[in-house]
């Protein structure tokens, strides 16, 4: 039997249990005592590969906003729950799904458009990513910073690392696209994004 394994059989039925009443009792509390073996996350697909190319800006990234020759709309700024960021002399511009570069872009042209600058000349960076979350059988489950490159293993590492009843060959991971959460299945080099809220199953034994 694999560790990731949640399958029970009739052979594990203890000999303690024989009597009918007995065995019936342990059955309903175990209904998967004689159906075969059910692994963790086999319903679900599987995590699809992290897209190449430049990042995209999502809600709860900090960003450095550098406006050459303007102060005033240098510094950081966050990216709300909605995909906006409220900026000086600009108000709400929206940046959730545009790349650092479309972002600055998007910014130097509606500073052109309000005839503020001639010229003007906007860099972004992304200063802190949105978290991930790590939840179930970790030490220390809760919200931790993303990091670029991270994969499911590095996550639980950061968490404290799997409980003894962990199991650790296969995991849930959701992830948004596009406003829609999905349940996926990953394994310990998939790599996460942020956002991603990634769960270590629980051993059925």
Known sequence: MTPGSACLTQRSVPSALRTRRRILRWLAVSPLALVGCVAPGSNLPPLPP???????????????????????LTGEFRVSASGDTELPLLGTVHAAGLTPRQFGDRVAALLAQSKLFKSPSVSVEVVAYRPIFVLGEVNKPGQYPYQPGMTVLTAVAIAGGFTYRAVEDVFSVVRSMRATAVEYRADRESFLQPGDVLTVYQRRF
Do not use: A, K, M, S
């Open 50 to 72: 992290v897209p190449t190319g430049e990042y995209r800006l999502g809600p709860d990234d900090r960003i450095r906003i550098i406006t050459f020759g303007n102060e005033q």
